[in-house]
């Protein structure tokens, strides 16, 4: 059986780590996304996703560095998105470093790019990143462009419609349960899971360990976590052992903390 | 420059400030607004009982483990320790373990203030010199690659607790304040932060960890042997967690200092300061004041800047009287710069010459050879965005008759203290 993957987001805005809570940004981790990479990477992170977040199409090319200089402490996989428009970019970026790209606003506004970039890099090169919302009435649509804009269209469909173009992958996000310390959208997240054939990354909302194993059992494949990563000292370890003790199958390397299995 | 609404916090302020994108209020003024519990939902007698129940868990691990001690705290003698180790004792019955690192810049109140921490609190108390060799180098190299003679300081502080708590098998390492989280909000009290060795190498030493320096400007793997952390395996064979007080507690440096001043006989300095007007904060290292006169070099704010933004999130101060404090105190020159170069062995001139590059170009420029400020706080008018930003006034105002003796005010200046530490400004530090 393959194993659950977790994953660390960093969210970058003008070179900095923030935090993000329902995409706005209320306070900046990190000056530098050096610092978070070294430590995730050393507390036995299986993934990395980088995302540039700033508001300004301008910070593309800052963010390039980010990710070169990202990919030099970095020994897992790792994927990096925001403002990806067109085929250059997407280029800059694998060149960078990242071993895969994030796309959202794409998907909505140039679908052919996707297809393209699929078609060219392959599949598991390509992350659909989807942010869905609830409005007033408790509807669940998605949104694009860093939240602002909604689609109407309802997540699964969305989802489908993003592994048809070709993406690999999924990562699924939500507006309303990003920053708000209560875990993932677990009905969207469901039905997302259920809806598609491609791995799915729960993110949005975890406080608590036990947040990330409600996304397993709603069918991620992976989990990912933002702010929370930052707080305590061997955050990720600490997460992983707690999905260990849980029965989850992560993988194990020589330095985490030992959970001592039951002998035979 | 883009300065907040609320306090006077500049748009570069170290390590990390956002702005509300619609009200234009920061981060630091966001953290400190979030501590009131209808803002934010925070329930502090929770809290309270929270950190009660981790004392409690400390205390039955160190009898698990036939320790002597509970926890550790970090002390430097100023009014934070002396809080910290009250709180501690008198109220949740722990047996603290008290660590000082002596960073060797030390004034005499710190001295005083230290010795009277250790006698009040009857702890047992362990500090550990580092010698003046190895500072000299470590400081002089720093200033000249990024512009910070206090670095062995903030590495030291950062380092020797976690080295005790291994070496003594004691898990718990009690923190004060989150000093950044303070200042300008880099986190947030919903988080329960805690301590990380990564806020150690990114933010208290600037990213550099000790084995990088060895070589450099001729310091030796001796020089930085008290800097180097333990490893990961040794601190999780032990469990060690550092916790800051102030995720569980309101912290009102105010409150703490007037409360261990009666309770425990901590003293501020009586002698008007050169950087800033408060009396009774940092006031253990003498360093301090050409440390800050630093940042304002590199950055065009100094402590004036912090004090008053603090006193204007309390409400004890208006926006305009904060503006007259930054106008006075933060471009001043702190009279033991000399004694400072002196001891690293270069010239004022040689100093200034040092910093030029590090001057941040955002407020910066220099004019037919002379340096200039682009920008300053007090250059802005007070429009529609800060007076929307502003808190309710306190009735308890900075400046206050009641206030005296923590706050310089030159026309009610505070009362000789009586003894020499406190009421002579001193121009050299004590290395003991």
């Known amino acids: 059986m393959l194993k659950h993957r977790l994953i660390a987001v960093i969210i970058v805005r003008q070179g900095q780590v923030v935090q993000s809570v329902q995409f706005k940004h209320t306070n900046v981790i990190h000056y530098d996304a050096i610092h978070a990479v070294e430590a995730f990477n050393a507390w036995d992170i299986d993934e990395l996703v980088l995302l540039n977040v700033s508001r300004k199409p301008e910070s593309r090319d800052g963010f390039l560095q980010v990710v070169e200089s990202a990919s030099r402490y970095c020994f897992v996989p790792l994927a990096a998105g925001g403002w990806i428009g067109d085929d250059d970019y997407a280029s800059r970026l694998l060149r960078s470093g990242a071993d895969k790209l994030v796309l959202n606003t794409a998907l909505a506004d140039d679908p ?14 390509i992350v659909a990143s989807l942010d869905v919302k609830h409005d007033a009435a408790g509807k669940a649509t998605v949104f694009v462009d860093r939240g602002r804009r909604d689609t109407g269209q309802p997540p699964a469909e969305w989802a489908r419609r993003a592994e048809s173009l070709g993406a690999g992958e999924i990562f699924f996000n939500s507006v309303d349960q990003d920053g708000a310390r209560q875990g993932y959208d677990l009905a969207s997240l469901k039905a997302v899971c259920g809806a598609v054939g491609v791995p799915v990354i729960a993110f949005g909302g975890v406080f608590t360990w036990q947040h990330l194993l409600e996304g397993i ?37 020589g330095t985490l903390k030992t959970f001592q299995e039951n002998a035979d | ?30 953290y400190h607004a979030s501590r009131e519990s209808r803002l934010a939902n925070i329930d502090w007698d929770e809290r309270e009982r929270m950190f009660a129940r981790i004392c409690e868990e400390a205390k039955r691990l160190a009898k698990e483990r036939g320790n002597p001690y509970d926890c550790i705290v970090p002390v430097s003698g100023g009014k934070d320790s002396h809080y910290q180790v009250w709180l501690l004792k008198e109220r949740y019955g722990m047996t603290p373990l008290l660590v000082t690192f002596n960073h060797a810049f030390n004034s005499p109140i710190g001295d005083r203030n230290l010795a009277n921490l250790v006698e009040k609190s009857g702890c047992e108390h362990i500090r550990q010199t580092a010698g003046l060799d190895s500072v000299r180098r470590l400081s002089l190299h720093m200033l000249k690659t990024v512009g910070d003679l206090t670095w062995h300081y903030h590495a030291g502080i950062r380092t020797l607790p976690f080295r005790v708590a291994v070496e003594k098998n004691i898990p718990l390492i009690v923190w004060g304040e989150h000093g950044f989280a303070e200042l300008t909000g880099i986190v947030t009290l919903e988080d329960f932060v805690e301590f990380t060795k990564w806020t150690r190498k990114e933010h208290d030493m600037r990213g550099i960890e000790a084995h990088e320096l060895i070589g450099k400007g001729g310091i030796t793997a001796s020089d930085i042997a008290p800097y180097v952390f333990p490893t990961d395996e040794e601190i999780e064979r032990v469990g060690v967690r550092g916790i800051y007080m102030s995720n569980f507690f309101k912290w009102d440096a105010k409150f703490q200092v007037e409360t261990v001043m009666r309770q425990w006989d901590f003293s501020p300095v009586s002698y008007e300061r050169d950087r800033t007007f408060n009396l ?4 253990e290292d003498h360093a301090n004041d050409v440390h ?7 950055f065009g704010y100094g402590r004036a800047t912090d004090d008053a933004s603090m006193e204007i999130r309390h409400g004890r101060m208006t926006r305009e009287e904060g503006i007259e404090q930054v106008r006075h105190y933060d471009a001043r020159e702190p009279r033991t710069l000399a004694f400072y170069c002196e001891l690293m062995g270069i010239s004022v001139d040689e100093f200034y010459r040092i910093i030029e590059p590090m001057r941040d170009p955002a407020i910066w420029e220099k004019v037919n050879g002379d340096w200039r400020m682009k920008d300053a706080v007090y250059r802005h008018p007070i429009g529609a965005a800060e007076e929307a930003a502003r808190v309710k006034q306190n009735v308890d105002r900075t400046f206050s008759p009641a206030n005296q003796a923590l706050y310089f005010n030159p026309l009610n200046p505070p009362l000789k203290r009586g003894f020499p530490a406190a009421d002579e400004f001193p121009l050299r530090c004590q290395v003991l």
């Open chain 1, 112 to 125: 052919a790019l996707v297809s393209r970039l699929s078609e060219k890099y392959g599949a598991q090169c």
């Open chain 1, 217 to 253: 059992q709603a069918g991620a494949d992976a989990v990912a976590a933002a702010n929370i990563f930052h707080y305590t000292e061997h955050s990720t370890k600490k997460a992983k052992t707690y999905l260990l003790e849980h029965g989850v199958n992560v993988r194990r390397s």
């Open chain 2, 1 to 30: 420059m883009e300065y907040c609404s609320r306090c006077l916090y500049p748009a570069n302020a170290k390590p990390t400030i956002i702005f509300d994108e619609e009200d234009g209020v920061c981060s630091g003024c966001n």
């Open chain 2, 280 to 283: 009774y904060a940092k006031v």
């Open chain 2, 292 to 298: 800050d006169y630093l940042k304002f070099l590199k």
